[in-house]
């Protein structure tokens, strides 16, 4: 699958870029709001970590659920990754958070926290592409090697900005090519797209901003 190369965008183009991949800004910021809303539900008392981990877990609900009810994707556990793959099995989108560069076409963002080793095997995947068994559940899908081989892997990058009694959500659709030490160096390709705004803001109570990505070692 193919996206088009277009040197400067009108203001709306990324909806261009998002359909050539057969997805739409109206699947991606429902997933940012509902992980800010798990986020907020957090109390002093839960464990270190818990609004991340809240926070990827509705991330990644409501784009399996959004992609799959309006465009008959399915779910898929790549390598360890829990993303959601594309009818004809070439695209799938994660999430992942990003660091303050996020959303800023003239910057290069990395990942807010270390990636584990699944992540960089996807990036080496995607950086080599041209531009383009477990029980299977309903609505889930299992790769085989060829098409796990060619299949290009996008990550919803998000970096939350808090402004006052407003949230900024900045983010993008981006495709990674390398990685260095667990952390993205360069992209392949990348989609800014719109800030998301939110409005009542409430204490936070984690360790730090981001999501959990647990790195797992391959023998």
């Known amino acids: 699958m193919v996206v088009p190369a277009v040197a400067a965008l009108e ?7 998002l359909a050539a991949l057969g997805t739409k800004l109206e699947y991606l910021h429902p997933a940012l709001r509902a992980g800010e809303i798990a986020r907020r539900s957090v109390t002093p008392n839960h464990p270190a970590n818990t609004a991340g981990t809240r926070a990827y877990q509705e991330h990644v609900r409501i784009i399996r659920e959004m992609h799959i009810q309006y465009e008959g ?16 099995r070439s695209i799938a989108i994660g999430v992942m958070a990003g660091d303050a560069a996020t959303g800023d076409r003239a910057l290069n963002p990395r990942n807010q926290r270390r990636r584990g080793a699944a992540t960089e095997r996807a990036a080496e995947v995607n950086g080599q592409l041209d ?25 919803l990058v998000s970096y939350r ?20 030490d667990g952390f993205v160096e360069r992209w392949k390709q990348r989609i800014p797209l719109p800030v998301l ?6 204490p936070l109570y984690e360790d730090g901003p981001g999501e959990i990505d647990i790195p797992v070692d391959f023998r």
């Not at 900005?161 to 260095?180: Q, R, T, W």
Request: charged share 30%; net charge negative; aromatic share 8%.
């Open 11 to 17: 203001s709306d183009g990324y909806r261009v870029q």
């Open 73 to 88: 994707w399915k779910r898929l556990l790549h390598d360890h990754l829990e993303v959601v793959c594309s009818p004809d």
């Open 161 to 180: 900005v808090e402004d006052g009694d407003k949230l900024h959500i900045h983010n993008e659709l981006s495709l990674p090519a390398a990685m260095a």
């Open 197 to 202: 705004e939110m409005d009542g803001i409430e």
């Open 131 to 155: 531009f383009f068994p477990r029980p299977v559940r309903r609505h889930e899908i299992v790769l085989n090697a060829e098409e796990a081989d060619r299949l290009q892997l996008w990550f």
